[in-house]
């Protein structure tokens, strides 16, 4: 099995590529160990000294360093956890391990406005943000002030020009293609 990795625009965020399916569908943040028991890779890769969070995606993972961690010194590790998953043939989600979607249901056009935001982050942004290791999610909208609250995962998490991607990449395109958006703001 080949891992290749990729850099990512954060430092502390390196991309892992094994050449197979992840998830069939989604994306899977996990910001801590407890949240980790989840998958057996997250665990694995949360045992490693240094390690701050694992996101999932359909075709990579990425992982988080803290700021006193060198690559250098955490990729090797990285890449034999997941290797010895794989080769051990693990689940990497065990059962009952879903995540909570958004339970808010909007009525009339609020429902309209939704889907055509939800529509565009498919279909234009998060492939754009998936090259760069993240995901960016639908959080919620607010009708009466235009508000669209937006979730960055993966390595845009925590990443220096993530405020720049939503203000001059996700909200220009929002407000252009759906008028009823005046500002996007990310949640947290």
Same mark, same amino acid.
């Given at each position: 099995?080949?891992?290749?990795?990729?850099?990512?625009?954060?430092?502390?965020?390196? $991309?892992? @590529?094994?050449?197979? =399916?992840?998830?069939? =569908?989604?994306?899977?943040?996990? #910001?801590?160990?407890?949240?980790?028991?989840?998958?057996? +890779?997250?665990s694995a +890769?949360? #045992?490693? #000294?240094?390690?701050?969070?694992?996101?999932?995606?359909? !075709?990579?993972?990425?992982?988080?360093?803290? !700021?006193?961690? #060198?690559?250098s010194h955490? $990729?090797?590790?990285?890449?034999?956890?997941?290797?010895?998953?794989?080769?051990?043939?693990?689940?990497?989600?065990?059962?009952?391990? &879903?995540? %909570?979607?958004?339970?808010?249901?909007?009525?009339?056009?609020?429902?309209?406005?939704?889907? =055509?935001?939800?529509?565009?982050?498919? &279909?234009?942004?998060?492939?754009?943000?998936?090259?760069?290791?993240?995901?960016? +999610?639908? &959080?919620?909208?607010?009708?009466?002030?235009?508000?669209?609250? @937006?979730?960055?995962?993966?390595?845009?998490?925590?990443?220096?020009?993530?405020? %720049?991607?939503?203000?001059?990449?996700?909200?220009?395109?929002?407000?252009?293609?759906?008028?009823?958006?005046?500002?996007?703001?990310?949640? +947290?």
């Open positions: 099995m080949f891992i290749q990795t990729e850099t990512t625009p954060n430092p502390a965020v390196l $991309k892992f @590529l094994p050449g197979r =399916e992840l998830l069939a =569908e989604g994306t899977r943040e996990f #910001d801590d160990r407890d949240v980790a028991r989840a998958s057996p +890779l997250a +890769l949360f #045992d490693i #000294d240094g390690v701050t969070r694992v996101f999932f995606a359909q !075709e990579f993972l990425t992982v988080s360093k803290d !700021e006193k961690r #060198d690559w955490l $990729k090797a590790p990285i890449l034999a956890a997941i290797m010895d998953h794989f080769t051990a043939g693990e689940p990497l989600i065990l059962d009952g391990g &879903s995540e %909570a979607a958004d339970q808010t249901v909007y009525e009339g056009d609020a429902a309209n406005i939704v889907q =055509e935001i939800k529509d565009l982050l498919d &279909s234009r942004i998060r492939p754009a943000v998936a090259q760069d290791g993240g995901d960016i +999610l639908f &959080s919620r909208f607010e009708p009466d002030t235009g508000v669209v609250w @937006l979730h960055m995962r993966g390595a845009c998490a925590g990443c220096p020009s993530s405020s %720049a991607t939503l203000k001059a990449g996700v909200e220009n395109m929002l407000r252009h293609y759906v008028p009823e958006v005046t500002r996007v703001e990310q949640a +947290l």
